[in-house]
């Protein structure tokens, strides 16, 4: 169940005020698709707003409780049923400036504090890994317009955390802080009809006071024709690298550790991507396409060898991946349809031979692809239907077959006698397949659901 409202009022006399109040509380619980699947939810949220001629202001406050339950969600094949309890806390301010005609100014600050409460198997609560991290950030980011062709964007942030852990403590340290600054220069160039080319241009820098600091360029160059018609033609060919740090339960797990081992020593990850890719948009159909490079430097990854495929080891791997992308979208009267195909592989180096798979970074899909619809044959009625194929790369500890077809199917009734008023049934992974998307975690069930929805 889901209850959501907002409203705005005029602040003074002349108009150019305004005051906006929004509230929202959500639960939901559930036995589950499969035995000990179960769920309970819920989540509570509200948001007070100012806006004016030139600003905006935004204050959120949120709390989010969901306990969760699954046969060997995380430590297959042992036989346990997990569960995990886990509370948010949030607390966000955001204040937006604009200034001249396209130039503006934004910052923000926020805390979250997070629960988690984790048993390895209900029928043995003591068997228990609580951790509680903290988050605080303070951040800016805006565009300046030098002139009508020229402009710089730019983005700083700063971050602390820390965790306080039962389990994560075998690392060097438990709080970081992390600085990012971001510059990236724009220029535009107006050719003949309605023909923009644009040219970017920057870089990123990440610091912490636990590794050393990365500089990371950023560039871009875009090619754009938008008709007076809405049709549109754009190509862009761009460069990029990011970096990052492990994450505490890497860092910070026992190396000797049952199921999960860390390494203090883990460094700084970076990864290049060099990307080409183009849109074409016509008035009943649009065709989207990527095609990517990217190579990854001691990314972090859970790794098993030949000797225990049940317990991972956090390592860091050299990856190259190479993926295609593509997206079409068309309509005909009462129907639109989506489809889309993704193709990735990846040549893996883990420095070793003694690794044989991966839970997260070689759990992927060779071949992905989609196909969705929205059949409209009344006012009062409207049909969906999705279905994803995937081809998984081959994993030893995988006990599915490699290749799954999920499909979800909706039918929603609008009644003329209520305006607003939906009804709809749903059935969801209809085909019921069993495709572990984590391997030896069991798949999801189908779930067939029926509901109601009204909006004033």
């Not at 306990?67 to 509370?87: I, Q, R």
Request: with cysteine; aromatic share 12%.
């Amino acid at each position: 169940q889901r209850i959501h409202h907002a409203l705005s009022e005029p602040l003074g006399t002349q108009g150019d005020w305004s005051l906006g109040v929004e509230a929202e509380y959500s639960r939901s619980e559930s036995d589950g698709t499969v035995a000990f699947g179960d769920h309970d939810f819920d989540r509570s949220s509200g948001r007070l707003q100012v806006t004016g001629p030139q600003s905006q202001t935004d204050l959120f406050v949120g709390y989010q409780s969901k306990f969760f339950g699954w046969p060997e969600l995380y430590a297959a094949p042992f036989g346990s049923n997990e569960t995990e309890n886990l509370k948010t806390r949030l607390y966000l301010l955001n204040h937006l400036q604009t200034y001249d005609e396209s130039s503006y100014l934004e910052t923000s600050a926020y805390h979250r504090r997070h629960s988690d409460h984790y048993i390895f198997d209900r029928a043995n609560p003591n068997n228990a890994f609580i951790h509680e991290s903290k988050v605080s950030a303070l951040g800016l980011s805006g565009k300046h317009e030098i002139t009508e062709q020229f402009s710089l964007n730019y983005a700083a942030q700063f971050t602390t955390d820390e965790i306080d852990s039962t389990a994560l403590n075998f690392g060097d340290f438990d709080t970081r802080s992390y600085t990012k600054l971001s510059i990236l220069a724009e220029y535009q160039f107006n050719l003949k009809n309605d023909r923009v080319l644009v040219l970017r241009a920057g870089a990123n820098y990440d610091d912490t006071n636990r590794a050393e600091a990365q500089l990371s360029p950023v560039t871009e160059l875009s090619w754009e024709q938008q008709r007076r018609n809405g049709e549109l033609e754009s190509l862009y060919l761009s460069y990029s690298e990011t970096s990052q740090v492990a994450g505490y339960t890497a860092l910070n797990s026992d190396p000797e550790g049952f199921l999960f081992g860390g390494d203090a020593t883990l460094g700084r990850e970076t990864s290049r991507n060099i990307e080409v890719g183009g849109r074409i948009k016509r008035s009943n159909w649009t065709v989207e396409a990527a095609l990517f490079y990217r190579w990854d430097d001691d990314l972090v990854d859970w790794t098993y060898a030949a000797a225990d495929i049940n317990n991972r080891t956090a390592r860091p791997v050299d990856i190259k991946t190479v993926g295609f992308e593509c997206v079409a979208q068309k309509s005909w009267g009462n129907i639109e349809a989506i489809a889309s195909y993704t193709l990735i592989d990846k040549d893996e180096d883990y420095g070793t031979a003694n690794v044989i798979g991966s839970f997260y970074a070689l759990n992927y899909a060779n071949h992905r692809a989609t196909l969705g619809a929205i059949w409209t044959p009344l006012e009062i009625i409207k049909f969906r239907i999705d279905n994803e194929w995937r081809s998984q790369v081959d994993n030893p500890a995988r006990t599915s077959d490699a290749e799954a077809i999920f499909t979800h199917i909706s039918l929603s009734v609008y009644p003329p006698q209520i305006e607003d008023m939906e009804l709809f049934v749903a059935l969801d992974n209809a085909w019921d397949d069993d495709f572990e998307e984590v391997p030896g975690t069991p798949g999801r069930g189908d779930q067939f659901s029926a509901g109601a929805t009204y909006s004033w």
